[in-house]
């Protein structure tokens, strides 16, 4: 039942999308997409193979083919949607999540996906690297030029409050 | 010793194998320097799991959910709800049931010994000697040395369910990789594996099959002394390397 299994992924994929369009129209818009092109190809999915890799390339080439071009660029940082989770959690670690999804939007595509992939949804790196179709070296220096910029984003971020 | 970003990150992120996996931890025990960068590219892997951690929580809208799923959608609700419930609550020895009931899983064997191959990744786990008895290696061994079970380790395939100490003054914690689940004792500078099982869980579904099946359960029951560690005690065995 390949769609009750790509249904349990769901969460993940949302999780995923999130982390790649920031809005959360434009990013289950981005799921919804991909759940359709899995379910239309899924004679493609090869038994045996995580599921999850299959789907987060899916996610990734839809993404980079079709759902980025839809979306408005103002719409990419949207901090009233942010508020949703206020009063839930201190506001410290508000503040917190907030610079994070800020300083994410400010990165490059290719490092956005990368840190998506490994930091936000915790592929190993050679599921990570199978998603983006890239070799192992390849993915391992651009995670750690993608950490070198976040990192950076988030201390110039801490720097100016 | 220098190591590259690269080589730190990995091991942060827990994807060095052996022996270059001991190796850094040794350098990195030594130099508070490379320490400080190891925990930074640690923090900063929590920072961001954190910043979308809440979107697993959300309802998923209903024109996301094909036809028929909202059994499997509940279930994993009730899963990360459970999840984050267990990594408030210090772990206790009565969780256990509670994974197993939760899990729609099957165990479907127990394997008893051989060398075992994990064909998902292509690479083994656990060796065997000419006795039959499993060893754990690699990535498993390297998280049964260093993963705790009260903290989540989001990088790592390993899952420890519980640690405990053993009637034998030893230590033996569970874990699960994928579907398959099982028991490891520290035996000198080893994990011993006395018990091992694979249960059948949908694919995709691998981070899920977390439960403890009935074999490891009663592995369990026969060697535990007390209850399981909590986090503090859990943590200090660690620092002593798991020596009685």
């Known amino acids: 039942m390949l769609a009750n299994e790509l249904a349990a992924l769901l969460p993940r994929m949302r999780r995923f999308a999130r982390s790649i369009t920031f809005h959360r129209e434009d990013a289950d818009d981005l799921v919804q997409v991909a759940m359709e092109r899995a379910l239309g190809r899924s004679e493609q999915y090869a038994e045996g193979t995580r599921l999850d890799s299959w789907l987060f390339r899916i996610i990734k080439n839809a993404w980079i083919d079709e759902v980025r071009g839809r979306i408005r660029r103002d719409r990419i940082f949207a901090p009233e949607e942010e508020g949703a989770h206020v009063g839930v959690d201190s506001s410290e670690a508000q503040q917190q999540r907030m610079a994070v999804h800020k300083a994410m939007s400010l990165l490059s595509e290719e490092h956005r996906l990368v840190i998506g992939l490994v930091l936000v949804d915790g592929l190993p790196y050679k599921e990570a690297a199978a998603v983006l179709e890239i070799p192992m070296g390849t993915l391992t220096s651009r995670l750690a030029r993608a950490r070198d910029a976040l990192q950076k984003l988030l201390s110039d971020e801490r720097a100016v409050p | ?244």
């Open chain 2, 1 to 244: 010793m220098n190591y590259s970003d690269e080589i730190l990150m990995a091991y942060a992120d827990g994807e060095l194998a052996e022996p270059q996996r001991s190796e850094v931890e040794a350098a990195v025990r030594a130099d508070p320097a490379l320490a400080s960068i190891v925990d930074g590219h640690r923090a900063l892997r929590r920072d961001v799991s954190a910043a979308f951690a809440g979107v697993l929580d959300e309802p998923v809208p209903a024109r996301l959910q094909a036809p028929g799923t909202a059994k499997v959608l509940s279930f994993e609700a009730a899963r990360s709800a459970r999840a984050r419930t267990q990594a408030a609550a210090p772990v206790t020895k009565r969780t256990w049931p509670k994974w197993a009931a939760l899990a729609a899983t099957v165990v479907v064997g127990v394997l008893a010994g051989g060398v075992w191959m994990d064909a998902g990744k292509g690479d083994s786990l656990v060796s065997a000697d000419a006795g039959g008895r499993m060893t754990a290696r690699g990535e498993l061994a390297g998280a049964l040395s260093q993963q705790l079970a009260s903290e989540a380790s989001p990088g790592s395939a390993v899952r420890i369910g519980v640690s405990f100490a053993t009637r034998d003054g030893g230590y033996c914690r569970s874990f699960s990789v994928g579907a398959r689940a099982g028991l490891a004792c520290r035996d000198g500078e080893a994990w011993r594996v006395p018990v091992l099982t694979e249960t059948a869980a949908a694919a995709g579904e691998y981070r899920q099959a977390a439960s403890a099946p009935q074999a490891v359960l009663e592995a369990i029951d026969e060697r535990i002394a007390g209850t399981t560690l909590d986090a503090a005690a859990e943590r200090a065995a660690r620092e002593r390397g798991w020596k009685p």
